[in-house]
């Protein structure tokens, strides 16, 4: 950055402006494939230095283009979504104080890390339930603008459907509260003579002037990261407008969040797993045909090369899963091994949770899957006891961190990692999608995820540092998206759409849908200040220019 912009920068931010090479690099990076240096960190202290900070950049903007800023919180997002070229705004040093609890509402920070906001909130007896599963590392700013979901959103759904209100700064360098408005709160500002004003006025019309047009274009998934949710802001039935609807999931291209309001739920008292090992994918549909009117509360799964690395390694697992000794845990994976030594791991390993406030419920809900499933799946079905249903999680929430731990000399790589189908496509759709994966054997990976909404996750272990390997990744994204979208789902249900997706948007949306997309981003960012290169305008060769090679 230029030295007087630097100067100016630093006399308006009451927090730290950071050009060191050490921070630099840090922020250069997150969970992603990319890498791009920014020219500063700002971590900011206060809202006034938000302000003040995108004041500077419109200011400027003109004589300096390449100004724009990028919020981000954890940098656990696998999509890019906290990359940025020019202005790194950094919560997690600042922005983290201890969430506040009012009712079932608590108020929290962008920097504040999930870990430290349930500490809070089971204090209570309460849970925000669309926590992923990267829980122990990512933060609420993440969780919000990435419309995050995880194990618990089968029943709870995601991060969209616990927006309270939304503290927000726009491009006007404002400060504004977002929260649902009646027809008469939505007129007033829309009557409004100034940005906000506009911003309500324009949003409106251009949804309601185009309404069938949105509507249509909504997936028909029950997940979905991808794309701006122009479809659940205007609801013309209950005529209420709600533009949390919109920055939930819109990855600071927006505007940037400084505080959420989210919705909580009780905690359950008790809860049952049921485990499945399924061999043979044609009886997939018809049990979970059998599993989801029973209401689970998670619906889970992952294949046999997720457990075959679980138990090759699982001596790793004995701290994490609190056993004394390696034998201990050796011991609780004896039948997986058995399974192993015949040659006769299941191709998915399912695990049902079924958690009520009543013992009695759960004791049924067990007996009648156990026999709604002895007619087709007889011998490989089991109730987790308690320290197998912690084994069963434990491999769950850490399937790729077991391969990445574990194979020298390549990166763990998503770049096709959050996919989407309705479950009744399943059956069909993953030995296809396992096809595709089978053209390239070079490319080694697990999947994982969310069987219960078709959601699942492959996040492979590629070696970057080959030019030959890195130029695989959009040939499989463009294999795997059509197939995809050839069964009506969604290519991004948690992760977002970053710089990886974005270039690949077009399959799932048609050219009037993104059309519609960039002029909210115009409505809401008509200088091009927030987050550039996400969401609109996807950048394909711009992006695998960046694709990280070091580690």
């Known amino acids: ?78 999509s890019g979504g906290g990359l940025g070229t020019s202005i790194i705004v950094a919560f997690q040093k600042y922005f983290n104080h201890q969430p506040k609890i009012v009712g079932k509402i608590a108020s929290t920070q962008p920097g504040v890390f999930y870990r430290d906001f349930e500490k809070e909130t089971l204090k209570h007896d309460l849970i925000f339930p669309s926590f992923p599963s990267s829980r122990e590392i990512c933060a609420m700013g993440g969780i919000v603008n990435n419309n995050a979901g995880g194990e618990k ?20 360098g404002n400060e504004y509260e977002i929260k649902p408005l009646n027809k008469n709160q939505l007129e007033e500002k829309m009557a409004q003579d100034n940005f906000e004003g506009i911003v309500y006025k324009k949003t409106y019309e251009l949804i309601t002037n185009n309404l069938e047009l949105i509507t249509k274009a909504k997936p028909k998934v029950s997940k979905n990261s991808s794309g701006y949710f122009l479809w659940n802001v205007w609801d013309p039935e209950k005529k209420v407008f709600d533009l949390c609807k919109l920055f939930t999931g819109a990855q600071g291209t927006l505007g940037i969040m400084t505080e959420a309001k989210l ?27 059998k599993v989801l009117p029973l209401e689970p509360e998670s619906f889970e799964a992952y294949d046999d090369k997720t457990l075959k690395l679980a138990l090759k390694f699982f001596p790793a697992f004995s701290k994490k899963l609190g056993t004394r000794s390696v034998l201990t845990t050796a011991l609780e994976f004896l039948p997986e091994m058995q399974m192993y030594k015949d040659h006769k791991l299941p191709k998915l390993v399912m695990q049902i949770d079924f958690a009520d406030d009543h013992l009695s419920v759960l004791k049924e809900k067990i007996n009648d899957l156990t026999e709604k499933l002895q007619s087709i799946h007889p011998n490989d079905v089991k109730v ?42 399943l059956p069909e759709f993953l030995p296809q999608f396992n096809q595709i994966l089978d053209k390239y054997p070079s490319v080694i990976g697990t999947f994982a995820g969310h069987v219960g909404n078709g959601n699942f996750h492959f996040i492979p272990l590629v070696d970057l540092k080959d030019p030959k390997e890195q130029k695989l990744i959009p040939q499989i994204c463009d294999e795997v998206f059509k197939l995809v979208i050839k069964y009506g789902g969604s290519t991004s249900g948690e992760h977002n759409d970053g710089w990886i997706r974005t270039p690949f948007m077009k399959y799932q949306f048609d050219e009037k849908i993104l059309k519609l997309f960039e002029e909210t981003k115009n409505i809401f960012d008509p200088d091009g200040i927030f987050n550039p290169h996400k969401k609109v305008n996807g950048d394909l060769d711009f992006a695998m220019k960046h694709v990280r090679t070091s580690w």
């Open 263 to 289: 919705k909580l739920v009780s905690t359950k008292k008790h809860r049952e797993m049921m485990i499945i090992f399924l061999h043979d994918f044609k009886h997939l549909a018809e049990i979970i045909n």
């Open 1 to 78: 950055m230029d030295q007087n912009l630097l100067t100016e920068l630093k006399e308006l931010i009451s927090g730290d402006v950071e050009t060191s090479e050490e921070v630099l690099s840090k922020y250069s990076h997150d969970a992603s494939i990319f890498e791009i240096r920014p020219q500063v960190v700002v971590f900011p202290k206060t809202d006034a230095d938000i302000q003040n900070l995108i004041k500077f950049v419109a200011k400027h903007k003109k004589e300096h283009p390449d100004l724009n800023i990028t919020a981000r919180a954890a940098s656990t997002c696998m």
């Open 384 to 425: 987790a006891i308690d320290t197998e249903e912690k084994k069963y999680w434990l491999i769950r929430r850490d399937s790729f961190g077991l391969l990445r731990k574990h194979v020298e000399n390549m990166y763990s790589s998503p770049f096709i990692d959050d996919i989407v189908v309705n479950p009744e496509h």
């Open 153 to 172: 959103s089968l029943e709870y759904g995601k991060t969209e459907d616990y927006i309270h209100s939304l503290q927000m700064i726009l491009a006007d």
